[in-house]
């Protein structure tokens, strides 16, 4: 327990207050030794000298991943079940990033937030007013990952998602870009692309260009080495997308 306790609370920054704090509590109150109070104490004097000096307590990867974690629990339970399909994509995920051992860690804490009710609106509105816009992005697409696991985004599940998107404050055009990376539509390039069929060949260019600029990788800066993977594959949708109109149309 001891070496979990301090690998949980080693990069966590704003998660120890707050919704996601009260989440959190339960594991860290159960550790049979100091690591939980000295992990908490830290945390709580980082928040509170933030605080006196009205500074804002940025995100760090351990809040990434705390965050995706129970972010992720809520999209799981929206059609009703716990579908193994998806609990599966979301331990799959974690094991590409991390590794077997520390994904295994992971899904300590997992098994315990995913029995939890949780306050979608609460817990979000707190990732929101600490994490980049680039990474909420990021948590987006992640979540519609888990929805597609199973092969299918079932209406609740793109509803809480949507849900979760909105308090994010994520644009409507941003939203349905990440949405038409996961259905095979006829129009999906163009939705990817926050376009529509209606434009010219330059105004593809340059929206292809604000995207990829928009979406980039190196623009998840509050997040670890490992889930900058995961931003690479919703940028190569973009790219994707764009080389499919380019094909469609004939141009270079």
């Not at 049979?32 to 500074?55: F, H, L, M, P, W």
């Not at 399909?85 to 331990?91: D, G, I, Q, S």
């Amino acid at each position: 327990m001891a070496k979990y306790i301090k690998w949980l609370g080693a990069g966590l920054g704003f998660t120890l207050g707050g919704p996601i704090g009260a989440i959190l509590g339960y594991f860290l109150g159960n550790a049979v030794d100091g690591d939980a109070k000295e992990i908490e104490s830290k945390q709580y004097e980082r928040q509170k000298s933030a605080q006196e000096n009205k500074q804002k307590v940025d995100a760090t990867p351990g809040d990434f991943e705390v965050s995706l974690l129970i972010l992720a629990s809520v999209v799981i339970k929206a059609d009703g079940k716990v579908d193994e399909a998806e609990l599966e994509y979301v331990r799959a995920y974690f094991i590409k990033m991390y590794g077997k051992e520390k994904a295994n860690k992971t899904f300590k804490l997992f098994n315990g937030i995913i029995k939890k009710k949780i306050s979608t609106r609460q817990v979000s509105i707190q990732i929101r007013e600490h994490m980049s816009h680039a990474s909420r992005l990021q948590l987006i697409h992640f979540l519609f990952g888990i929805a597609k696991a199973d092969g299918n985004v079932a209406a609740s599940e793109e509803k809480e998602i949507q849900k979760i998107a909105g308090y994010f404050y994520i644009s409507d055009h941003d939203y349905a870009s990440i949405k038409a990376m996961f259905y095979n539509e006829i129009d999906s390039a163009y939705k990817i692309l926050e376009i529509t069929k209606e434009v010219s060949d330059d105004e593809v260019k340059r929206a292809y260009r604000k995207m990829a600029k928009k979406h980039h990788p190196d623009r998840v800066v509050s997040v670890s080495e490992e889930h900058k993977k995961g931003a690479k594959e919703k940028f190569q949708s973009i790219q994707e997308a764009y080389e499919s109109i380019k094909k469609e149309r004939g141009f270079s």
